[in-house]
């Protein structure tokens, strides 16, 4: 039976049946992204694809493949309210990219990589053991995990915004994604990030 919608896992720039390249919530075009740090690109996936229902779950570092939107939308549910809402996530999720593309005339999914872009730490600090004394050590983040932090980062402060509080989540998503992509310090996951990487200079 023929369809209309591309195949569930079809890579970016696959084309319907129209010759239409498909988009992201049939909206928002996934091509032409700019990504500003090399050291990430490779971690930050972009597809037309929101929902893959786990294929890549027990893979591992298969999670690099799955698309950043999607990644997103799993860190929103981890909260003890949210577990396992995907599709309200997914729905707030939508709905915060609209408010960004009224907000900045952008597409959103190139906000979001530039706000993961921007709230990536470069460096951490780990303790480390010396005849029973705990010392802290500055270290360099491996690209792959600055892209998780950078995530976390950004559902702690949508989590902080608008849980018991009269900020709608999806523009709760909406600010921080627009504040961490113009490196705007007030942003939550900003203010994280310069927070570990000034630990970190102090730490070596």
Excluded: C
Excluded at 85 to 94: D, E, G, H, N, V
Aim: avoid cysteine; charged fraction near 30%; proline fraction near 5%.
């Amino acid at each position: 039976m023929s369809s209309d919608a591309p195949e569930p896992d079809a890579p970016a720039g696959t084309e319907d049946e129209d010759g239409a390249a498909a988009k992201l919530f049939d909206e928002w075009s996934v091509e032409d992204i700019e990504y500003t740090d090399p050291s990430t690109e490779r971690y930050i996936t972009v597809t037309p694809i929101a929902h893959t229902m786990g294929r890549h779950s027990s893979k591992q570092f298969k999670k690099s493949e799955i698309s950043i939107v999607e990644r997103l939308i799993n860190r929103l549910m981890q909260t003890e309210e949210n577990t396992g809402k995907k599709q309200q996530a997914t729905r707030l999720t939508r709905e915060a990219f609209e408010i960004i593309h009224e907000r900045t005339d952008e597409n959103p999914v190139q906000v979001l990589v530039r706000a993961v872009e921007n709230s990536a730490p470069r460096e951490e600090t780990v303790r480390l053991k010396y005849g029973g004394i705990s010392v802290p050590k500055a270290v360099d983040v491996a690209p792959q995990r600055r892209v998780d932090q950078a995530l976390k980062f950004i559902a702690e402060g949508v989590h902080g915004d608008s849980f018991k509080s009269p900020t709608e989540a999806e523009q709760a998503l909406a600010d921080q994604l627009v504040g961490a992509a113009n490196n705007d310090v007030q942003a939550y996951a900003v203010n994280q990030k310069e927070e570990k990487e000034r630990v970190a200079a102090a730490a070596r």
